[in-house]
């Protein structure tokens, strides 16, 4: 009966350890979901960034072109000092264009190293899943814990009970 009490509180505290080893994991857990869901907005930020540096882009090369069209058009003229100011003009839209793709590439590079820290953060939230799933499987062990506690709770009052009854004693023996 002794036994008994013994592994009644042993697992008792068995439990009260995986207990506090489930509320530590969940807790972990949910600051995890909440640096993804900020890491998510980041990331869809960086993608309308980037979308508005390839709107630009676009625009610029556009613009390229029609004042290539109209170089070629100029150069069709006899007027030599038309000529020049578009090539002036198509000058400055190749800068332009050069700068726009240059901070195009820069955003890029900005936006993979984002999302190879991206990649790495839902590496470790993989592994908190997996916590997650080690916590299930503990809550189920504590549950099949409290009922086998529960059992020898049980027996162990039932052994009281028998003894009490019992003629010639008095009452549970220690």
């Known amino acids: 009966m002794a036994k008994a009490r013994q592994d009644a509180s042993t697992a008792a505290r068995q439990i009260a350890d995986k207990d506090k080893q489930i509320a530590e994991i969940q807790g972990k857990l949910a600051e995890l979901e909440e640096h993804v869901r900020t890491v998510d907005d980041d990331l869809a930020n960086s993608r309308e960034l980037f979308s508005e540096k390839s709107r630009v882009l676009a625009q610029t090369t556009s613009q390229l072109q029609e004042a290539q069209y109209a170089l070629e058009k100029a150069k069709a003229c006899e007027q030599g000092s038309c000529w020049r100011m578009q090539q002036r003009s198509l000058s400055l839209l190749r800068e332009a264009l050069a700068e726009a793709r240059q901070q195009a590439k820069e955003q890029a590079s900005r936006d993979q190293a984002e999302i190879g820290k991206l990649r790495a953060q839902l590496g470790t939230f993989d592994q908190q899943a997996k916590q997650a799933s080690q916590v299930e499987r503990l809550e189920a062990e504590q549950a ?18 028998q003894q009490a009854a019992t003629p010639g004693r008095s009452g549970p023996a220690t």
């Open 144 to 161: 099949e814990r409290m009922a086998e506690l529960e059992t020898l709770r049980s027996n162990l009052q039932r052994s009281d009970e």
